[in-house]
């Protein structure tokens, strides 16, 4: 008989109330301290402070059980196993200023998120940590040293697959060589070189291509970039005969050594947030610097926030269960994934955080599994149950608002967020979830098309909801019921016949992929069996945004520029001539101007009416602009000063002058 998730909870809880004893940080340092330069409009004056916090954790704590590998970690000699994290806070001077929202950014690849002087006005502390082990020193990264798991001691081996695709020709790689993860950032998992005749590297055009395997006398385990192929013989680098052709999809399958645990950075991140929200000082006596004079840390509540690669760690740190501290409380009380639809590769052996995934790339890597949606769903693809918060009790789960772009339908399965797995009904979301889509625009949220105003105004929204409990504007994304949200299909999608905009409905394919038997696709956790594969028959339904006949989409929150617009906004884009030609273009959009007259649409057999069509002159349209902004101010997704700005920005730029 199975027992009830809601009562292994409890007794998870009851067991691990009290048992971390002197676990978790232990000794925090601060190695720099600098005042932020004042800007004429914020009171509360700030300091910014670096440091570095080291902790550790009990291998047989069940709070922790969850980490992979975490049992061939060494120990020290109270039979914890040790990290340490890098840190930036951000603070008022005078902590009786703050408002009591802890506000934690999520690095991305060590990059700390960017300080918004516009929440400074509102008393946060912010906060930023490594949580990614493999992540280098450089460019004011925060880094995480976790162990290397051993098995008694003797080094552990292990099949990894890693892509390249170069966007200039190059004869030498590091292993480590991504999209996100080159020059430097990252640490490779060393080749055992004596092992190349079991390796493997092959090429193709596309993905679904067959792979074309590569003869094992034109590539090396080596660097070549100052001798002739095959230069010198290294662990760390792959050289090609030749060179590595833009645009070609290079899969190597390689045996590597010394599995780093990097599912300690779920471990670091929970226990430095409850560090600083609860503890008066370290074991040592340092106090913390959140404390007042009388030891008291005045925060009231914590959110993570999180973009793109940090939006799924959050997705992955919720749905692991690390969101209880040793006191069975929240971590934190909110949550902002943000244009983030998978979970992040990181309680995997010889995991790759740091890796890119795509419809032209990647796609057969962890992180696009179930589940998909907040609440509880059957999975009908694997048969399970399954949802992001299914560890914690009702009243044990956070806030969550989960906001996406335009190109998270076609290349992160976004739509399984909201509706079943076979794309036949819509969900209904919990109260506790909100769930906002940008509509027309790009991953970055930059762009034609920009989203940052809207993230701004629901990010204070998710602060109130959470402080305050004063609920955030309704969600706002495309849905089966309304038939906003569609199947991709070219043939049914409604595509106007754009000139020089060919949309083929390519998306990357909700695949149902076969791991091996160590891989735990739910928790995604374990030991992958390289190479991956499709399970025939069985995938997922994807579904995307519906468009007007302008090529704009008509479901989500309509931007300023989806109201007002100047040409057809879209968050996917085909990659160009060469290798892969015609395939999504990585996580861009694209955007189709409207021609200014009538006269020179008609010329070229522009469907879509003309700016002047549309506004007459430049009066117009700063009238519709205007509106737009008023519109959006009063659904509370915009605030009043971003929407003058905006409105400012509109007349004083030059469209129909």
């Known amino acids: 008989m199975k027992t009830p998730l809601r009562f292994c909870l409890a007794l998870f809880i009851a067991v691990t109330a009290g048992s971390r004893g002197e676990a978790g940080i232990v000794r925090i340092e601060i190695t720099s301290r600098e005042a932020l330069p004042g800007n004429g409009t914020v009171a509360i004056a700030y300091e910014t402070l670096r440091g570095r916090a080291y902790g550790e954790v009990d291998p047989k704590d069940p709070l922790d059980a969850v980490v992979q590998d975490l ?41 700390v998120p960017a300080f918004d002087p516009a929440f400074q006005t509102r008393g946060y502390v912010f906060l930023a940590s490594g949580w990614q082990g493999d992540v280098l020193a450089g460019g004011r990264r925060v880094l995480l040293s976790v162990p290397v798991a051993t098995q008694g001691g003797q080094t552990i081996t292990g099949d990894v697959r890693t892509e390249y695709v170069v966007a200039r020709p190059t004869i030498t790689l590091g292993l480590e060589e991504g999209p996100y993860t080159g020059g430097g950032s990252h640490a490779p998992y060393e080749a055992v070189v004596e092992q190349k005749g079991k390796a493997v590297l092959t090429r193709r055009a596309r993905a679904e291509d067959p792979k074309e395997r590569v003869p094992d006398a034109d590539w090396a385990f080596s660097d070549a970039r100052n001798r002739a192929f095959p230069g010198q013989p290294s662990a760390r680098h792959l050289s090609l ?19 780093l645990v990097l599912g300690l950075g779920f471990s670091a991140t929970r226990d430095l947030v409850t560090f600083f929200r609860h503890e ?21 509540a914590a959110v993570m926030v999180g973009v ?57 890597a962890p992180g696009h599994e ?12 694997t048969g399970q149950r399954l949802g992001l918060l299914e560890r914690y009790p009702v009243g044990q789960q956070p806030k969550i608002m989960q906001t996406f772009s335009s190109t998270e339908y076609w290349q992160y399965f976004a739509s399984l967020s909201t509706t079943d797995s076979l794309g036949r009904r819509d969900l209904a979301l919990p ?46 994304y495309p849905t089966i019921r309304e038939g906003t949200l569609v199947s991709p299909n070219p043939a049914t999608f409604g595509w106007p016949a754009i000139p020089g905009a060919n949309y083929t409905g390519l998306f990357n394919p909700g695949l149902l992929v076969d791991f ?99 506004y007459r002159d430049h009066d117009g349209y700063v009238a519709a602009v205007k509106t737009a902004t008023e519109r959006l101010v009063a659904a509370g997704y915009l605030l009043p000063e971003d929407a003058a700005r905006t409105l400012q920005a509109a007349a004083n730029g030059n469209v129909l002058k």
């Open 71 to 111: 049992a061939l970690a060494p120990t020290n000699a109270r039979g914890r196993v040790e990290y340490a994290t890098d840190f930036v806070l951000t603070k008022p001077v005078d902590m009786t200023r703050t408002n009591g929202l802890l506000f934690y950014g999520v690095p991305n690849r060590g990059a």
């Open 241 to 259: 005969r030749g060179g590595f052709e833009p645009g070609v999809i290079y899969e190597l399958v390689y045996t590597a050594r010394n599995p």
């Open 280 to 300: 008066a000082k370290d074991s040592s006596g340092f106090a913390n610097p959140l404390a007042l004079a009388n030891g008291a840390v005045p925060l009231r």
């Open 308 to 364: 793109s690669q940090s939006g799924n760690f959050i997705r992955s740190f919720l749905q692991l269960g690390f969101n209880v501290d040793a006191q069975h409380g929240m971590v934190f009380e909110g949550a902002n994934p943000d244009v983030a639809g998978k979970r992040t590769i990181l309680n995997v052996r010889f995991a790759a955080p740091g890796a890119g995934t795509s419809q032209h790339e990647g796609h057969l």
């Open 370 to 381: 179930a589940p998909f949606s907040w609440a509880p769903e059957l999975d009908e693809v």
């Open 431 to 476: 109260e506790n979830v909100r769930i906002y889509h940008f509509a027309g625009t790009q991953h970055s949220g930059a762009g034609a098309n920009p989203s940052t105003d809207l993230r701004r105004a629901l990010l204070i929204a998710l602060e109130r909801w959470v402080l305050e409990n004063q609920s955030p504007p309704p969600s706002r």
């Open 516 to 614: 091996g038997p160590q891989f735990n696709r739910r928790d995604e956790s374990g030991v992958m069996a390289e190479p991956t594969k499709p399970v025939p028959g069985r995938a997922y339904t994807v579904l995307v945004p519906k468009v007007n006949t302008d090529g704009n989409e008509v479901g989500g929150i309509q931007t300023v520029a989806q109201q007002a617009p100047l040409g057809t906004y879209t968050g996917w884009s085909l990659r160009g001539p060469g290798a892969g030609e015609g395939d999504l273009g990585g996580l861009n959009g694209a955007f189709f101007p409207f021609k200014r007259t009538k006269a020179e649409r008609e010329a070229v057999n522009d469907p879509r009416p003309s700016l002047e069509e549309r």
